[in-house]
């Protein structure tokens, strides 16, 4: 379970107020917001890479420090080095996350084997999405927080990876929680949907 307690976020604007919440495995969540409203902000709050101003955040009990290997967060595809290739990206994940997961398998499955062995500057928008994607299922992690997952996919990339994340969650209980531009899409398959404005992120009835 991830536990949020008393929650403030800041950055050049207030983000989230005392916010209070519980994620729990088996379960997909939505994150909904306009543009600039915080998703980001709040993913990078979840894995240390920001500060909170003010609050507690654990992970099965322990604070994110402590449980790396439960989480994985790739917030772009931007983070990539352009002169390193997929696959070495994929066994850094594999050994880093100290999974079992079946690269081969993997890029089958999002059909990437004629380029994953390329450096990353070859691919296109759509090549590095679904190799993000790809890392998410490799590293096995059991909280896979998602920020905007589906950029750049077509149709049905979009609807494949729609249909996996929720074999996912349920079949490995895992916690996955997405933010999303498409969220008709993504409510489809959504248990809870949290609407994140003024400071505030509710849980929509
Ligand atoms: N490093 C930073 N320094 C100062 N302000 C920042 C920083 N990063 C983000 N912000 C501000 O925090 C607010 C929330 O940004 P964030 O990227 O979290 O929004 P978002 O909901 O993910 O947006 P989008 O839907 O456009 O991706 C924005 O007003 C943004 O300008």
């Excluded at 983070?79 to 594999?94: A, H, I, P, R, T």
């Excluded at 589906?150 to 990876?161: A, I």
């Excluded at 949907?193 to 400071?199: C, D, G, R, V, Y």
Aim: charged share 25%; glycine share 4%.
């Amino acid at each position: 379970m991830l536990t949020i307690k008393k929650l403030t976020l800041v950055t050049r604007i207030p983000i989230l107020n005392d916010f209070n919440y519980q994620f729990e495995k088996g379960n997909i969540y939505l994150i909904s917001a306009v543009n600039g409203s915080g998703k980001t902000t709040f993913f990078r709050a979840l894995t240390n890479l920001i500060r909170r101003k003010h609050g507690n955040i654990s992970f099965d009990g322990k604070p994110f420090e402590k449980e790396k290997r439960a989480v994985f967060f790739y917030e772009t595809p931007d983070w990539m080095d352009g002169n390193l290739s997929g696959l070495d990206y994929l066994k850094f994940v594999q050994k880093q996350w100290q999974s079992s997961h079946d690269l081969n398998d993997e890029i089958n499955f999002w059909k990437m084997d004629d380029y994953i062995k390329l450096p990353i500057k070859k691919y296109s928008l759509g090549m590095k999405q679904r190799l993000v994607i790809a890392m998410y299922f490799c590293s096995n992690a059991t909280y896979l927080i998602m920020d905007e997952i589906s950029n750049g996919l077509d149709e049905e990339s979009r609807k494949q990876l729609y249909k996996r994340i929720k074999e996912t969650a349920v079949k490995e209980k895992k916690c996955i929680i997405i933010s999303s531009h498409y969220k008709s899409d993504v409510a489809t398959i959504a248990n809870h949907i949290l609407h994140l404005e003024n400071q505030k992120l509710t849980e929509e009835s």
